[in-house]
């Protein structure tokens, strides 16, 4: 993706900033989303730092074996030829020959960690998502940065579920459009939280772009973020059984219609 590169500094200074701040309080819950799935269970923020269970994090990356080890008193996990062992008595989290200092704790049977001391220790891209009030975490290896994949299937859902697979994906291509475009911003959530020009998409005001997407959305924006293009260069659309599109029709050249949208340059 265009920019990504910036992008990525700036959400690591973000995350920093987040992750480190002194805590207001005690515990404060946080969503963690991995590849663009949200983990089973909470983590949460304490003294700025982020902390995640260990196993929600581990299954939601999938590929790993996770069981209490009672004889060292560890927390151990396993996936091909890596180990991980966390040990809440010397506070360390170590990943094959690597030990890395960090608070381990177990409550209530839950082994947590520190997620990004965690995740770059499995060579994870971990990013402070604002819009989502939490961290989004890329695997390695991964085909999609995570926080794109989470909104680009979100926002493709909430706009165009009840559409076909190529209605959706023409959602999913107007946005990349508009982020390789020099009159909106240069990333996936930026675009779709856009509110230059009041609020750019109608469930982003409704709260509809936070509900989970279907697996047909998901595919859909893997297929978009894969550069399959069904609507060429549009940057607008709108739907005329919910809106008259005024602006549009006066100042945008229309190129298509595909199911219940029609789309514009």
Known sequence: MKRRACKRLLTAAVLCAALTVPAKAAQRSVPVQIDGKPIAVSAYVERGVTYVPLRALLNTMGAWDVWWDEATGRAAAASDDTHLWADPAADTVTVDEKTVRGRVTVENGVTYVPLRLVGEALDCQVEWDPYLGGAAVTSPG???????????SRIICAES???????????????LNRVRNG?????????????????QFEPVSNGR????????????????LDGENVVGSALYFYAPALSQGTWINANRPY???????????
């Not at 009159?183 to 609020?199: C, H, M, Q, W, Y």
């Open 255 to 265: 190129q298509q219609t595909i199911g219940c949208h029609r789309f514009y340059r």
């Open 183 to 199: 009159s909106f911003p240069n990333t996936v959530e930026g675009v779709i939280f856009d509110r230059k020009d009041a609020v």
């Open 161 to 175: 579920g009840a559409e076909s697979m190529a209605g959706q994906i023409a959602v999913g291509n107007v946005i």
């Open 142 to 152: 991964a085909a999609y940065d995570a926080g794109e994949l989470y909104w680009l």
């Open 209 to 224: 772009v936070y509900l989970p997407p279907t697996s047909q959305s998901v595919e859909a924006a893997k297929r978009a």
